[in-house]
């Protein structure tokens, strides 16, 4: 089993950044392909971004990409998402998820088996 808790989430004016981090419990984390995807108001949940086992490959969405960025630190069990130019229609619930099975790029909510509670982040105009 492997649990998964989001934090930095917040409210930040258009045009800030945050970090958000993405704590994952198990020994067997560095085996673990990671996501963040995110759910606004009325909207389904979307992807965001993906990254491998060994950090060595990411996957964006066109949405994000320039601004967003994914890493992971296996060390510590962590993956982060740092976000930079937020706009409004960034505002959502974000999601981190592991997936255990090669499923590249990653981007679809059903490729991953362990999902996190969501951290919220509000972008104001």
């Known amino acids: 089993q492997v649990q998964l808790v989001e934090s930095g989430g917040g409210l930040v004016q258009a045009g800030g950044s945050l970090r958000l981090s993405c704590a994952a419990s198990g020994s067997t984390f560095r085996r673990f392909a990671m996501g963040w995807f995110r759910q606004a108001p009325g909207k389904e949940r979307e992807f965001v971004a993906s990254i491998t086992w060994s950090g060595g490959g990411t996957y964006y969405a066109d949405f994000v990409k320039g601004r967003f960025t994914i890493s992971r630190d296996n060390a510590k069990n962590m993956v982060y998402l740092q976000m930079n130019s937020l706009t409004p229609e960034d505002t959502a619930v974000y999601y981190c998820?592991?997936?255990?099975?090669?499923?590249?790029?990653?981007?679809?909510?059903?490729?991953?088996?362990?999902w996190g509670q969501g951290t919220q982040v509000t972008v104001s105009s």
């Open positions: 998820a592991a997936s255990t099975t090669f499923r590249w790029p990653y981007n679809r909510a059903n490729f991953y088996d362990y």
